[in-house]
């Protein structure tokens, strides 16, 4: 098991930078693909970023590419969410996931279905 606790949120302005950071306790972090995800109140949680077991492959989604960035470091148990340019529509609380499913493939990571283990999420509000 892995438990994952994510920090960084706050309140920002348009045009921002935020760089959110999930520890991950218990074994084995390098075996989870690790994910991060968003959800803004009265909507679905949606897809943000994945990042597989090395960090040698990342994945994002469209709404967030060129401005955030996904990294990990497996000595650290850590995997961060660099996110600049940030616009009003990023505010959501954010969370941080991690899948030990075996496997890395795009199609699956975007799923929120796919990760067993979540954080509690961190909130981020960037007003105009």
């Known amino acids: 098991q892995v438990q994952l606790v994510e920090s960084g949120g706050g309140l920002v302005q348009a045009g921002a930078s935020l760089r959110l950071s999930c520890a991950a306790s218990g074994r084995t972090f390098s075996s989870y693909v690790m994910g991060w995800f968003r959800q803004a109140p009265g909507k679905e949680r949606e897809f943000v970023s994945a990042?597989?077991?090395?960090?040698?492959?990342?994945y994002y989604a469209d709404s967030v590419k060129g401005r955030f960035t996904i990294s990990r470091d497996n000595a650290k148990n850590t995997v961060t969410l660099q996110m600049n340019s940030l616009k009003p529509e990023d505010t959501a609380s954010y969370y941080c996931a991690a899948s030990a499913a075996g496997y890395y493939r795009e199609t699956s990571a975007r799923w929120s279905n796919w990760y067993g283990y979540w954080g509690q999420g961190t909130q981020i509000t960037v007003s105009s």
């Open positions: 990042i597989n077991w090395s960090g040698s492959s990342t």
